[in-house]
């Protein structure tokens, strides 16, 4: 089904967020749906949780998310095991070729999610920038660029904690944990007009493009 006359907030903050290690061409900025993920860990408690949010263009939300993980070492392998986990959902809800905007508040989990978009293009399929993964999520990360070279086009975005919606989720999934019994739902966006494919949103307009 098609939602109209609605847009996404993920959709407004990606739009308003750096994109690391990733050229801005006009165009590039259109997504079918956006996902938002985070994921947190306790040195003192050494537990963690998950957090994730996927909604199409239009605003209708396909998935909340908010899941404890006794099983995390640090926090930046709850930020892999988060993606890997919002990418997992959307694949299994999201036709083929889906163009998918992604939100994050981890640097280098976002510039390596990109390099292995760009690499997707080249002939050789090597990103354009060494990776560095954590040991401890490599196999998360497998996972999460399977996910990028199956989608049409994807792309990472950088937020600050307090901005990323997932964040909560993330860091009390027993308060939230309600929202994971929300209903499947499969939804498809509208698609954009062919004269709003044209302009890129303002906040990309002046921009350089990343080295």
């Not at 998950?50 to 930046?76: F, H, K, M, Q, Y």
Request: glycine share 6%; net charge negative; aromatic share 4%.
């Amino acid at each position: 089904m098609a939602v109209h006359g609605r847009s996404s907030p993920l959709r407004a903050l990606f739009d308003e967020s750096p994109t690391p290690h990733i050229a801005h061409p006009p165009r590039t900025h259109h997504r079918d749906f956006y996902v938002a993920t985070d994921g947190s860990y306790s040195l003192q408690s050494g537990d963690g949780g998950l957090g994730a949010i996927i909604e199409t263009r239009d605003g209708e939300r396909v998935a909340r998310l908010s899941v404890p993980d006794e099983s995390v070492t640090d926090n930046n392998v709850a930020e892999y095991r988060a993606l890997h986990l919002g990418l997992d959902v959307l694949a299994a809800r999201a036709p083929t070729g889906a163009r998918v905007g992604v939100l994050v508040d981890h640097d280098d989990l976002a510039a390596n999610v990109n390099s292995a978009a760009l690499a997707t293009r080249r002939t050789d399929h090597t990103p354009p920038r060494e990776l560095s993964v954590p040991p401890a999520g490599k196999h998360h990360w497998r996972g999460i660029r399977a996910r990028v070279c199956q989608f049409g086009e994807l792309r990472a975005a950088v937020l600050e904690s307090g901005q990323n919606p997932a964040h909560a989720l993330a860091n009390a999934p027993e308060e939230f944990a309600h929202v994971n019994r929300e209903p499947d739902r499969c939804l498809l966006p509208e698609r954009p007009a062919s004269s709003e494919a044209q302009i890129p949103p303002p906040s990309r307009a002046d921009r350089k493009a990343s080295d």
